[in-house]
């Protein structure tokens, strides 16, 4: 019941004809009402600028901003200094606040790289804080605490564009119109592979790095594109009412717009402008609350997370997806899930002298190993003994105290881990690490991350070579869910599905970043009967395919009928490397391994 209304809600609100005439009715039937409600219904299209920006940085990459105030404020004073001080047309300072706004995210986000979320939205803060400051102090720029007065604008009468004077309707309509196109892009941009890198980033960095999606540059392109919004709404607002003060981008402005976001539902550009409107709306009612505004935010931020977790789109819609629906109806299925590599004799992967120390603790003690493509390697050993250790230093998460690892002669120790999968080193985790939000299908097309040639600007355009792209690869996933035999639940939540499936989904995930080598981490791990069938056959193919495979496994039924060497760890150093016979005889392996394991796992 609840799901058919939020079903039929989201159609009717996504729907094209209805999207479109709701702008239309906008823009002609503003003409018939006051001045004063044109002028609130812009500043409803700022918010909802605001609102999306918000979201874009917050909602799909989960990076926070409590600075939103102060890239909106800049492109306010950017567009407002630039027209009427140095005297440049309204069609160059507004591109130029959306500019100057994405350029402060851009620099604010330097540290991406080496910190996390929490720090960046510190920066965000203290930049914020910093800019109201600013502005307060720079009186011969910014008209200090007294504010810049004088900006041409529709109020003054003085908004002069290509020859023509904007009245409060024009400029309404403009911002309208502008606001429609840029929720557009962003509507596009979502529905693509760096919407969806996001996402990915904001599930598990880890995993995402491990697809070959880099997070330092997601995470500065989340925020440069989110403050680039801000600032195009602030430039667009230093021309409505011709009056600048630093009161209207400070600390309450930044919290009112995440307040915005977080009701309107976090992820959801439809949440978004329902919580915009409220948002609009909501301040003048509460007029006799003034001095109380942050008591009143903080209850409705606190009211909406206990009560609505997902906002008010958790609440009426579906959540939303990140594929387009036209490139899913032009996806064929492929004829190949795993393409062959090329393959010579030499070793994929030459593993020498590694050790990895925690503290005290040697993890992994002087490892040398050489595997080769079209080979299934299983790695086992007791627990503990560094199998998932060694595997986190050859795919990039640690760097190793000592030693080196080559892949295909090149030598990748150190390297980060988005650049050793774009190699082709591609991982699994021995706890799924999948976006558990996405579909199946989302996930899948996850892995092709690395493989995608198509600009971020023809995505975001929605150019068909753009969705060409995409609907190859969604051809792909479908190939590589058949062999998975998880065809059935392809657009599933991945959270509503049971365990089983994560393993395979994850599987899958990796091969659809066209691996030449492939360690898999326990993927047998709490698989039914039938499901580690279906793995074995996709780990077959994978070695048909060429692929280097590396398997760390205890099930020694699986591995014996899988594998064509063993390597056995144990406290850290390899304790064998031979054929499955000849692990069977060793008396170290018994001592340490065997003697346990065949009784314990079998
Ligand atoms: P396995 O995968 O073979 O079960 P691991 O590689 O996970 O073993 O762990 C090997 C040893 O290293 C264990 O003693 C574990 O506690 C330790 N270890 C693994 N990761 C870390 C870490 N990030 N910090 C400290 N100790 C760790
Ligand atoms: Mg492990």
Not at 426 to 444: A, G, I, K, M
Request: with cysteine.
């Amino acid at each position: 019941m609840i799901v058919a209304f939020r079903t039929f809600l989201t159609r009717l609100l996504t729907h094209p004809v209805l999207i479109l005439g709701a702008i239309a009715a906008l823009f002609f039937g503003a003409a018939f009402l006051s001045g004063g409600t044109v002028a609130i219904l812009g500043f409803l299209m700022l918010n909802i600028l605001l609102a999306q920006s918000m979201n874009l940085l917050t909602g799909i990459a989960g990076q926070i901003s409590l600075g939103h105030a102060g890239f909106y404020g800049m492109g306010a004073y950017a567009s407002g200094i630039l027209m009427k001080t140095v005297g440049l047309p309204f069609v160059v300072t507004v591109p130029m606040a959306a500019m100057i706004g994405a350029l402060t995210g851009y620099l604010l986000s330097f540290p991406a790289g080496r910190v996390r979320e929490f720090y960046l939205a510190m920066m965000t803060l203290a930049f914020g804080l910093i800019f109201r400051e600013v502005v307060r102090e720079w009186d011969g720029l910014t008209g200090g605490a007294v504010g810049l007065s004088g900006v041409p604008s529709t109020t003054l009468r003085n908004l002069i564009v290509f020859g023509y004077t904007l009245d409060g309707l024009d400029y309404f309509r403009l911002i309208l119109i502008v606001t429609a196109i840029v929720m557009w892009l962003v509507h596009n941009f979502i529905q693509s592979r760096y919407g969806r890198a996001f996402y990915a980033i904001h599930a598990s960095e880890v995993a995402a790095g491990c697809l070959g999606i880099p997070r330092a540059g997601t995470k500065q392109m989340a925020y440069t594109l989110g403050a680039g919004m801000a600032g195009l709404a602030g430039g667009l607002y230093a021309h409505m009412i011709g009056y600048l003060g630093p009161e209207s981008f400070d600390l309450a402005r930044s919290i009112e717009v995440l307040v915005t976001t977080v009701v309107g539902g976090l992820g959801s550009m439809a949440g978004q402008i329902m919580s915009a409107i409220v948002f609009t709306f909501l301040p003048e009612k509460l007029q006799v609350f003034a001095q109380y505004q942050f008591i009143v935010y903080g209850l409705i931020l606190a009211f909406t997370l206990i009560l609505l977790p997902r906002g008010l789109a958790g609440l009426l819609l579906l959540p939303p997806r990140f594929i387009k629906p036209s490139s899913l109806r032009q996806a064929v299925v492929a004829d190949v899930a795993i393409r062959p590599v090329q393959t010579d004799r030499d070793a994929a992967l030459v593993v020498q002298g590694v050790t990895m120390r925690f503290g005290g603790l040697t993890a992994v003690d002087d490892v040398s190993l050489e595997l080769h493509p079209g080979r299934i390697t299983a790695l086992i050993g007791p627990n503990g003994s560094g199998k998932s250790t060694l595997v986190n230093v050859i795919s990039g998460i640690y760097t190793p105290n000592a030693g080196s690892v080559r892949f295909f002669g090149e030598t990748i120790t150190g390297l980060p881990d988005h650049r050793i999968a774009a190699s082709g080193l591609l991982r699994t985790f021995q706890d799924p690490r999948l976006v558990p939000r996405f579909t199946v299908r989302e996930n899948l097309l996850l892995g092709a991350h690395r493989r995608y040639r198509s600009s971020a600007l023809a995505a975001t355009l929605g150019l068909p070579s753009a969705a060409r792209e995409e609907a190859g690869f969604l051809g792909t996933v479908e190939a590589v869910t058949r062999m998975a035999g998880i065809s059935d639940v392809l657009d599933q939540p991945l959270e509503s599905l049971p365990y089983g499936y994560r393993r395979l989904v994850e599987v899958g995930r990796a091969l659809l970043a066209e691996p030449r080598a492939i360690l898999l981490d326990e993927p047998a791990a709490g698989l039914s009967e039938a499901e580690m069938t279906l793995l074995a056959r996709m780990i077959r193919a994978m070695k048909e395919a060429g692929l280097m495979v590396l398997l760390i496994e205890h099930h020694m039924d699986f591995v014996a009928e899988l594998v064509d060497d063993v390597v056995v760890l144990d406290s850290g150093r390899v304790i064998y490397h031979g054929d499955i016979g000849g692990m069977r005889q060793s008396p170290e392996v018994i001592a340490a391994y065997l003697g346990t394991a065949e009784t314990e796992h079998a």
